[in-house]
C-alpha cells in the first residue's frame, strides 16, 4: 500500500505575514480521496483543491501588494541623514527633496540622526519599514570605509542596505586659515614638517573621508599634523573660519568661504581642477596618481518592492536632470549630479571598498 504523503506550502511573499491566514494550508494523500480524469491524467480532488487554494492565496496576495506600490508615494518620504544640518550631504539631500515627486502632494522631508560616522543615521533606516518610505541620504564612508575601521557594527552595510540611486560626487579642497603662512602645497608641506608643536586639522570624524584623505597626503608627503574630529564636516569648517585649527579638507560646499577669504584653498583632491575655482592645482599636479573623491547617495532597507525602487531612482534622475537644481547645486557647492545606473552605482562601491581597505590598513586607523 502506498504511504501517505504530506505537503505543506506558505505563499513566498515578501511579507507572508500580511496574507490571510487562511493562505497557509496542508494537504495530505489518501487512497480515499476522489479522484478526477483529464487527458489520461489523474488529479486527485484534494491536489485540485489545494492548487486553487494556492492560486486564490498568490491573488489575494498581489490585491494586497499592489495598491500600495501603484499609489506610492502616498504619505510623506523621510530622507535621513548622518550629518547636522547645513552641511554639504543635508543642503544636497534638501535641494533633491525640494523636486522629488513635485505634484504628487507628498513631500520628502529631511530628518538629522547624526553620530558614529553615520552608523546612527543607517541602522535607523535599516530597522525601519523596506516600503521606501524611510531613506538613508548616505556618504561613501559608510559603506566603504566604516567596515574597516569598526570590529563590530550593529549591520552591514553592504548587505543591510539597498544602493537606490546615487546623487553627487566630488573632490575635496585642502582649505587653510587666512593666517596660516603658506599659499602653495609645496609651502604648506613644508611649513608642517618645521612646525613645532604640529601643525592641527579638523575633520568631520573620525574615519571620515576628510581624516582619510588628509592621512594620506600626510603619509604621501612626509609631514605630521595633529587630528581634531568634529561631528560633520560644518562643525569642522566653522572651527578652521575661527581659526581653532589650521586646515581642513574641506567639501566644495566650502567655495563660498573661500571666495570671501575666510579660508584659503591650495589644492584639490579630484582627478583635475574643479569646475567653480579653476585656479586651484589638483594635488595630483604634485603628486601623480593622487585621487580622493566623495558621493552621497540614497540607499534604503533590503526588501524594498522592484517597483518602488524603479519609481525612486526614474524620479531621482530626473530630479538631478532638472535645470534649476543643475544650477543650484553648483551654487551650494560646485557638484555635479552623479547619475548611474545600478550596476555602476554597485562596481563603483565595490571599487572604493577595496580602495578603502588598502588605505585603512596602511595608515592604520581602527576606531575600535
Not at 618645521?194 to 592641527?200: G, I, R, S
Not at 600626510?218 to 585649527?245: D, I, L, N, Q
Not at 584659503?264 to 589638483?282: F, N, Q, W
Request: aromatic residues 8%; proline residues 8%.
Amino acid at each position: 500500500m502506498r504511504k501517505p504523503t504530506s505537503y505543506t506550502q506558505t505563499w513566498a511573499g515578501r511579507r507572508s505575514n500580511d496574507l490571510p491566514a487562511s493562505c497557509i494550508w496542508k494537504m495530505r494523500w489518501s487512497p480515499h480521496v476522489n479522484a478526477i480524469y483529464t487527458y489520461g491524467s489523474t488529479i486527485s480532488m484534494a491536489s485540485l483543491q489545494a492548487v486553487t487554494r494556492w492560486l486564490a492565496c498568490a491573488v489575494s496576495g498581489l490585491a494586497i501588494a499592489l495598491p500600495a506600490v501603484a499609489q506610492y508615494p502616498s504619505k510623506p518620504i523621510r530622507f535621513v541623514a548622518p550629518i547636522p544640518p547645513g552641511g554639504g550631504p543635508d543642503i544636497i539631500g534638501r535641494l533633491v527633496a525640494s523636486k522629488l515627486f513635485e505634484g504628487s502632494g507628498q513631500q520628502v522631508i529631511v530628518e538629522n540622526r547624526v553620530g558614529g560616522n553615520g552608523i546612527v543615521a543607517g541602522e535607523f533606516v535599516v530597522r525601519a519599514p523596506a516600503d521606501g518610505y524611510t531613506l538613508l541620504l548616505g556618504m561613501d564612508s559608510l559603506l566603504t570605509i566604516n567596515p574597516h575601521l569598526y570590529r563590530k557594527m550593529p549591520f552591514d552595510p553592504l548587505k543591510d542596505l539597498t544602493p537606490v540611486a546615487s546623487l553627487v560626487s566630488n573632490g575635496f579642497f585642502l582649505a587653510l586659515h587666512p593666517q596660516v603662512a603658506a599659499k602653495t602645497l609645496a609651502e604648506f608641506i613644508e611649513l608642517a614638517k618645521k612646525a613645532q608643536p604640529p601643525l592641527q586639522y579638523a575633520s568631520g570624524g573620525n574615519g571620515s573621508q576628510h581624516h582619510l584623505t588628509m592621512e594620506r597626503l600626510k603619509a604621501r608627503a612626509g609631514f605630521e599634523m595633529v587630528h581634531v574630529p568634529y561631528k560633520g564636516g560644518s562643525p569642522a569648517t566653522t572651527a578652521t573660519v575661527a581659526g581653532e585649527v589650521s586646515a581642513m579638507m574641506s567639501g566644495t560646499s566650502t567655495a563660498q568661504q573661500i571666495r570671501a577669504g575666510k579660508l584659503r584653498a591650495i589644492a584639490y583632491t579630484g582627478r583635475s581642477r574643479s569646475g567653480i575655482l579653476p585656479d586651484v592645482p589638483t594635488i595630483a599636479e604634485m603628486f601623480p596618481g593622487f585621487e580622493m573623491t566623495q558621493w552621497y547617495a540614497i540607499l534604503g532597507p533590503v526588501g524594498m518592492p522592484e517597483p518602488v525602487l524603479l519609481q525612486l531612482r526614474a524620479e531621482i534622475a530626473k530630479v538631478l536632470r532638472h535645470p534649476d537644481i543643475v544650477e543650484r547645486l553648483k551654487a551650494a557647492g560646485g557638484v555635479e549630479p552623479w547619475i548611474t545606473t545600478p550596476a555602476e552605482f554597485s562596481a563603483a562601491i565595490r571599487a572604493d571598498f577595496e580602495k578603502n581597505a588598502e588605505l585603512a590598513q596602511d595608515i592604520g586607523i581602527r576606531i575600535d
